[in-house]
T-cell receptor, first 114, second 114 residues
Framework: NAGVTQTPKFQVLKTGQSMTLQCAQD?????MYWYRQDPGMGLRLIYY???????DKGEVPNGYNVSRLNKREFSLRLESAAPSQTSVYFC?????????????FGQGTRLTVV | AQSVTQLDSHVSVSEGTPVLLRCNYS??????LFWYVQHPNKGLQLLLK??????LVKGINGFEAEFKKSETSFHLTKPSAHMSDAAEYFC????????????FGKGTMLLVSP
């Protein structure tokens, strides 16, 4: 059981380049999320998808776009990378059919923008 | 609106001594509360969760937390620290109303010395 799988694990981009982070879950969860983690800031929500076909902005959406490709997959795109987007990115999924559904996290993507 | 405050950015203990990581929350509705742990360069793992049942919640690896509504607190404790407990710990809140995402605290780094 793979859970939540993110690719790539590491990436270095030059300022202005674009890239897409991929995420897939095999737990048949309805909801998926993208977070970024920066030192001393905890995890901050970038975008989320409550269910297939919907996406919504989180706390820090500027500079990002997302696509919920199907129930399993949720991608995050940086159209023109900036050094401020250097971070560790986590994808997560949850069931959300009941109160208190926890989120399951991928292993993260460490992105450096130079 | 929901928010979480982790009162200590770093906590240092000696192996075999008790651990206390403090968390206060704010929520407009009854909350679900979680503690996650992140070991270096790893993803996040759920330690325990509170979802309006028993106020004392037991988790993995000997950790437990007590929900205190009057104090809006959800502190994490362990009677005896082990070297393998050294990691970053995140307190997380989600409101039990409509669709609510997870809001993370900024994290507490637990350091365990021999």
């Amino acid at each position: 059981n793979a859970g939540v799988t993110q690719t790539p694990k590491f990436q270095v981009l030059k300022t202005g380049q674009s890239m897409t982070l991929q995420c897939a879950q095999d737990m048949n969860h309805n909801s998926m999320y993208w977070y970024r983690q920066d030192p001393g800031m905890g995890l901050r929500l970038i975008y989320y998808s409550a269910s297939e076909g919907t996406t919504d902005k989180g706390e820090v959406p500027n500079g990002y776009n997302v696509s919920r490709l199907n129930k399993r997959e949720f991608s995050l795109r940086l159209e023109s990378a900036a050094p401020s987007q250097t971070s560790v990115y986590f994808c997560a999924s949850s069931d959300r059919r009941g109160i208190g559904s926890e989120a399951f996290f991928g292993q993260g993507t460490r992105l450096t923008v130079v | 609106a929901q928010s979480v405050t982790q009162l200590d950015s770093h906590v240092s203990v000696s192996e075999g001594t008790p651990v206390l990581l403090r968390c206060n929350y704010s929520s407009s509705y009854s909350p679900s509360l979680f503690w996650y742990v992140q070991h270096p360069n790893k993803g996040l793992q759920l330690l325990l969760k509170y979802t309006s049942a028993a106020t004392l919640v037991k988790g993995i690896n000997g950790f437990e937390a007590e929900f205190k509504k009057s104090e809006t607190s959800f502190h994490l404790t362990k009677p005896s620290a082990h070297m393998s407990d050294a990691a970053e710990y995140f307190c997380v809140v989600s409101e039990n109303s409509g669709y609510s995402t997870l809001t993370f605290g900024k994290g507490t780094m637990l350091l365990v010395s021999p």
